[in-house]
């Protein structure tokens, strides 16, 4: 059984974020048929990377508008562009659902994908997500 830890999304980036995506999708434990073959859809190569049994590619919704672009389209309801002061750093927010729904959710980051890749975890996962050990080296 592989060693997992809690982490919020708002501490999520790169592999562990793109992993708790996919758990946030239910692609990462499920299964898929490669010829008579099963295997998980979403699985860790050899080199830590994420990769789609489907598609036969790198899974990287965090970075690729490709991935994370229909998961925006489906559940993110606000992607707002902030500043902080007039020359401070520009970061993103996300917001998913309306306050008065479950599954509201609001989370940033540098760009626009990882606020969104976070907002929707969290939408999905709530306030913790459990990452495999070997991401988070």
């Known amino acids: 059984l592989a060693v997992t830890w809690g982490v919020p999304p708002e501490g999520l980036i790169d592999k562990p974020l793109d992993c708790a995506v996919a ?3 239910d692609i990462f434990d499920a299964r898929f048929r490669v010829g008579s073959a099963v295997t998980n859809v979403v699985v860790i190569d050899p080199a830590g990377f994420l990769f789609d ?3 036969g590619h790198l899974y990287k919704p965090s970075t690729s508008w490709s991935q994370g672009g229909p998961i925006i389209d489906d559940c993110i309801v606000e992607l707002v562009r902030c ?3 007039s020359k401070g750093p ?3 927010e996300a917001r998913a ?3 008065d729904e479950p599954g509201h ?3 940033y980051g540098s760009t626009r ?3 969104a890749m976070r907002c929707f975890v969290a939408s999905k996962l709530g306030d913790e997500v459990d990452v495999p050990e070997e991401l988070l080296s």
């Open 97 to 99: 659902g309306f306050e």
């Open 53 to 55: 049994m489907r598609s």
């Open 90 to 92: 520009i970061y993103w």
């Open 113 to 115: 994908l990882i606020a």
């Open 83 to 85: 500043q902080s002061g």
């Open 23 to 25: 758990k946030a999708e």
């Open 105 to 107: 959710a609001i989370q």
